[in-house]
């Protein structure tokens, strides 16, 4: 069964009367090392359909190999100064090596660079020839009088031509920004790639494939089997753009020596253009598997032929391919089913192979994350419908969450009982059934969970048939869910003393769903379930069959493992990876491959520099090393931990040019002399507030020691200090003195030091620094009332004066709507409030601007509620977490009783977390009902609340349901509509909402209304979505979901699955804007809508930093459920527009 039981000693052949699949993996490049992008695009898609294929019992053979001739050859050739054939021997070996490292299970992992591509390749070309599909044509191509030859389209780089893009570095022949497809002469300032010169134009003949002669042909075929195949929607896309905009005749020879020689003697000196040639190379490597290669290609009869790829490749899969074999009047096996992915993308950018940027085949193995790992990560985050993203935070959430404390723990649980010495569990024996067993499908938990089994694998099995690998993935984890709450339903750990009997059958079905799990997770990741088996004590050859007659075995999972089977020892199958972890990997993956082997040369200099000042040993054979005085280091540490005003580099700075932003109407570009010989580049947000030309050739104060910061594609290298007043309505530049001398340093009386370098962003020097700067009543700027002095004076702003500041902000420009970046600081002469930290964090920002009065009367109102005692018991489960601490302190602040107690993960069992001076115990998952019950029966007023993760949501909700504990259910995801019912059946009060943050709610209804008002009044519009959260949220944003779906009523055609996650935080500091202090703990939003002509487009955010808004609004609802319960009110479940219409929020 599993893949590495593969028999390789005979060559497979199609088998009459059995469902024989052709199944191939775009042919990767021999420029580099694969890496994830290009492995979840091709060949781990490809490797899991064709696990499942197998599963199935289907004759399935499965072809890979390396691309080995054309352009991206020769030029990596060059780069390494060897041969293309040493290079493509280097980068076979390579993939070959990653590959297996990856289980890929191919049946035959070849090349292109061999006689049987060769041979094949002509001949096909032969009988198009003979079938007068090709003319000959002279073209115009680049030629490069350096290197003395013709430039075929990858040995020319340039500008992009598409009208919007201008791409720099777009290829000769396709752009990756805008994935046009070009020709050499088409590229805006080309340049060889060789020699960086420019290459002039020259006439060449070349033989053209005459794809308008083949359009009837090529059409009926992709209309008939886009729909027999099911293709993926975006390769139909792709290839009727292709057909809309009218087939061309296509060249396919090109000027190289490395590649398939055309056989003709008037173009002896060309070879065939890859993409005429590669994808013969499914054939001629199929040739090399076996002789009878024409049962597989030469087969549409017996043989469906799969092909998986990046979207880049479709067009080359769907027309070209098709029409070459079509065009040799052959009986061909053509394509019937494509799959196709989007990009992945990593942390900031794209991954790209030829700029060595993002995570390799080789890096992920070199990392000790178990291969398991990284298969189910990819493939959960497969981008089938549109681009993903790759991120170690999300890897970090994947594992901890789904794979720990979701399927391993299920497993660990089960194996970990059955193995306990009798008395305490079954001394490691499958349990044998006894006439006192109940009947299984009069048993209630058992009877629920086989419906929900049975099920889960129809819909496992109607999803892998049509290649819906990321859905097959998501519905074999929901039975480990399910498997998780049928042993919490079912409380086997106390059955096992109070009913042996059901007992017995729980363990036998829970063993067996351990096994069906390792089957349909096989293919996903086979090397756990080789894992799995040797832990059932199994051989590793054991069949795993999905067959009818096996399929049928699922509906009494008691019988899938033989009673009396004697299991092996448990281990833990997942091991967690810790935030030190992540932030290791994120630091050594950061920047391109060159730029990771600068990083380790520097970092290798320092230590040969270390080595150079340490004495090996004296003539008494004693090792010395240099020591620096104490006072030296203890004055070094003293400097980098006090946080003083002169650690900032403030310096008068003179704007000697300025424009607005080419893609930000809020943002100006200015270049201003620091004194450094050349100028800073700088963006700030001052559009709205000050004018272009009273910019111009202005002093300035500047802060130069700020890390750099991309804006809009700009890097701001420095940020230019203003003022605002109160409302931050209005906005002035601080002003050096006329005569003060550009570059010279801004000082402040009475402190001495000099600044750092650049300033760390984790030491948070300049937040602790701004909050103290401030203008007084004589217009001057200051720190602490020390003002800010140069040689020729103080430093002043026109008007803005009279009272105290509350701080300069660098962040501040969040509540000006300029992208919340570094790119100029803002003081503001209104009234400090009391409680700082309440200022700081921000909630819908973009919505509405908010005076300190405004935010003090809110933070007194808070205040004033806590001054007296509620009688509601709160137990906040999820305690652990970032927002399950935040209630508490709010439950704490209002003045509820918290109970010491918070059901957690396993792994967290025992475990105390302080919070507000308390100590709550966090309790595992085994025994929460008879726990919750005890607590019930301790606080009849009791209410719930639950930040747990999704996957645990319906689990906890039918726990509370069952007990009759009124909740609040703050956690996002899970089965919405399974939660309703839940709740309805069970007669509990709860409020059930995505989003607790009372603005935001007020909004939504707002939004609500307006659908309700104009539906369809946005009908044919286009929508974009983004939203930012904290790293460890896994799902999608539920106020997303919420806002597109009144969207959705307005007429606007948008899917959930298109929302852009964004979850990096350099991404969320430089692309989005979050406050660095906030990047632990945020919400923000961005919502672009477009007309279909483009002539009208909406724009809005709304953003939260922080957790006390949802904190704040998570206390009133469980004050709003209190009241509800006591009263006996009709109504069970509410949401937070309910708890906003009572009008009672503190």
């Known amino acids: 069964m599993l893949q590495q039981a593969i028999v390789k000693m005979a060559a497979k052949v199609p088998i009459k009367g059995k469902r024989n699949i052709l199944i191939t993996s775009a042919l990767p490049y ?21 696990r499942y294929c197998r599963l199935r019992g289907y004759n399935a053979l499965y072809i890979c190999g390396t691309d080995e001739y054309g352009t991206a050859t020769e030029t990596k050739a060059l780069e390494e ?76 780089e340039g500008t992009c031509p598409k009208e919007g893009c201008n791409y720099q570095s777009a290829r000769g022949d396709q752009c990756e920004n805008c994935g046009s497809l070009l020709n050499p002469t088409e590229l805006k300032d080309p340049r060889c790639k060789v020699c960086h010169t420019t290459p002039h134009i020259r006439d060449t003949n070349h033989l053209f494939l005459e794809l308008p002669l083949l359009k009837d042909k090529l059409e009926e075929y ?105 065009g040799t009047g052959e ?83 089960v194996l970990s009982f059955i193995i306990k010495p009798p008395g305490q569990g079954y001394g490691s024996i499958i349990p044998q059934p006894s006439d006192a067993d109940p009947d299984p499908l009069q048993h209630e938990p058992t009877r629920k969970l086989v419906g929900s089994i049975v099920d889960y694998v129809e819909q496992y099995v109607e999803a892998m048939e049509k290649v819906k690998l990321k859905q097959g993935l998501k519905i074999a984890m929901s039975i480990s869910s399910e498997g998780n709450g049928y042993l ?101 993956f950061a920047g391109s491959q060159a730029d990771r082997i600068v990083r380790a040369e520097a970092e290798a200099e320092k230590i040969a520099e270390k080595l150079k000042k340490t004495k090996v040993s004296d003539s008494s054979g004693k090792k010395h090393r240099p020591v620096k005085p104490a006072t030296e280091s203890k004055a070094k540490a003293n400097a980098e931990t006090e946080i003083s005003i002169t650690r900032l580099d403030i310096r008068v700075g003179l704007i000697t040019s300025v424009q607005k932003h080419p893609d930000a109407d809020s943002l100006y570009v200015e270049e201003i002399d620091v004194g450094e010989g050349q100028t800073r580049t700088v963006v700030s947000g001052l559009v709205k507030y000050i004018p272009l030309e009273e910019m111009q050739n202005r002093k300035v104060c500047v802060l130069c020691n700020l890390k750099p910061a991309t804006m809009r594609g700009i890097k701001s290298q420095a940020m230019v200090l203003a003022a605002s007043d109160s409302d931050h309505t209005k906005v002035e530049l601080v002003d050096p003195p006329k005569s003060a001398t550009v570059g010279e340093r801004v000082t402040f009386p009475g402190f001495n030091g000099e600044p750092d370098d650049v300033l760390n962003p984790k030491k948070k020097v300049w937040e602790t620094l701004q909050v103290d700067l401030n203008t007084n009543t004589e217009l001057v700027a200051s720190y602490k009332d020390i003002p800010f002095t140069t040689s020729a004076g103080v430093c002043t702003v026109s008007s803005i004066a009279t009272l105290p500041s509350f701080g300069v902000r660098g962040r501040m420009v969040s509540l000006l709507k300029v992208n919340h970046q570094q790119h100029f600081a803002v003081f503001s002469s209104g009234i400090r409030p009391n409680n700082r930290t309440f200022h700081r964090k921000s909630s819908f920002i973009s919505m509405s601007s908010r005076s300190p009065t405004t935010i003090q009367h809110l933070h007194n109102t808070v205040s004033s509620s806590s001054n ?61 009902e008879n726990v919750l019950a005890s607590v019930f029966d301790e606080h009849p007023n009791l209410v719930v609340v639950d930040y747990t993760v999704p996957s645990a949501v319906n689990d906890n909700a039918e726990l509370y349901c069952k007990v009759g504990v009124p909740f609040v259910m703050g956690t996002t995801g899970g089965d919405r509509d399974r939660l309703y019912k839940t709740v309805e059946d069970s007669k509990v009060y709860a409020v059930i909402s995505p989003q607790m943050g009372k603005q935001v709610v007020a909004f939504l209804a707002a939004m609500e209304i307006m659908a309700e008002q104009f539906p369809g009044a946005f009908s044919g519009y286009s929508l974009q979505v983004m939203e930012s959260h904290q790293t460890s949220k896994v799902d999608t944003s539920g106020t997303a979901k919420a806002v597109i779906s009144c969207f959705q009523k307005l007429g606007v055609s948008f899917d959930v699955d298109q929302i852009q996650m964004i979850r990096d935080p350099q991404r969320q500091l430089e692309m989005v804007g979050v406050p660095e202090e906030h990047l632990s703990g945020h919400a923000f939003h961005m919502y672009h809508l477009t007309s279909p002509d483009q002539t009208v487009s909406f724009e809005f955010q709304h953003n939260v930093c922080g957790r006390s808004i949802y904190a704040e609004g998570t206390i009133d609802a469980v004050i709003f459920l209190a009241k509800k319960v006591q009263s006996k009110a009709d109504k069970l479940i509410y949401n937070m527009i309910d708890v906003l219409r009572e009008g009672n929020m503190r």
């Open 488 to 588: 919490q339903e079912s409380r086997f750990w106390k059955l096992y003393n109070d009913d042996r009997p059901s007992c017995s059958l729980v363990i036998r079905t829970s063993a067996g769903l351990v096994y069906l799990l390792a089957c349909l997770l096989e293919p996903f990741m086979p090397s756990f379930s080789l894992e799995v088996l040797k832990q059932l004590n199994l051989p590793p050859d054991t069949p795993f069959l999905l067959e009818k007659g096996d399929i049928d075995r699922v509906s009494r999972p008691w019988e899938i493992l033989p009673a009396g089977h004697k299991i092996g020892t448990p281990e833990p199958l997942f091991k967690e990876l810790k935030d030190e972890e992540v932030e290791f990997f994120r630091e050594k």
């Open 222 to 326: 992709i209309n008939k089997m886009s729909v027999a195949g099911s293709w993926s929607q975006n390769a139909i896309q792709t290839t009727n753009a292709w057909l809309k905009e009218g087939l061309k005749s296509r060249c396919i020879t090109r000027d190289l020596k490395w590649g398939v020689p055309v056989p003709l003697e008037r173009f002896s000196d060309k070879v065939f253009y890859v993409w005429f040639d590669a994808p013969i190379g499914y054939v001629s490597i199929t040739a090399c598997h076996t002789p009878e290669w024409e049962k597989w290609w030469k087969n549409p009869e017996d043989v469906e032929l799969y092909q998986f790829m990046g979207k880049d490749n479709v067009p080359f899969h769907t027309v070209m391919f098709p029409s070459t074999l079509l």
């Open 868 to 928: 007296h005692s509620l009688d509601i018991p709160i137990m906040v489960n999820g305690c652990s977490g970032k927002m399950g601490k935040a209630v508490i302190k709010a439950a704490d602040s209002a003045g509820l009783n918290i109970v010491p107690l918070s059901f957690g993960s396993a792994v967290e069992n025992g475990k105390t977390v302080q919070v507000c001076g308390k100590d709550i115990v966090i309790h595992g998952p085994d025994d929460r």
């Open 30 to 50: 021999v420029n580099n090392v694969p890496h994830l992008g290009n492995i979840i695009g091709c060949v781990l898609s490809a490797d899991v359909f064709a």
């Open 81 to 156: 100064n060897c041969s293309p054939k040493q290079i493509c021997d280097k980068y076979h070996a390579i993939h070959k090596e990653v590959y297996d490292w990856f289980s890929i299970s191919f049946d035959k992992f070849g090349r292109t660079s061999t006689p049987q591509q060769t041979e094949i390749c002509q001949a096909i070309f032969n009988k198009i020839l003979e079938n007068n599909w090709l003319s000959e044509n002279s073209m115009q191509q680049l030629y490069c009088d350096t290197c003395k030859r013709f430039l075929a389209d990858r040995l020319v």
């Open 331 to 413: 009986n061909w096996t053509l394509m019937k089913t494509i799959s196709v992915t989007e990009y992945l993308n990593y942390e900031a950018g794209k991954f790209s192979k030829s700029k060595g940027i993002g995570v390799f085949g080789n890096d992920a193995k070199d990392t000790n994350i178990p291969v398991e790992v990284w298969r189910y990560y990819l493939l959960t985050n497969r981008p089938e419908v549109s681009d993903t993203l790759f991120t170690w935070a999300d890897l970090q959430a994947k594992l901890n969450n789904e794979l720990l404390n979701n399927l391993g723990n299920f497993i660990n649980r």
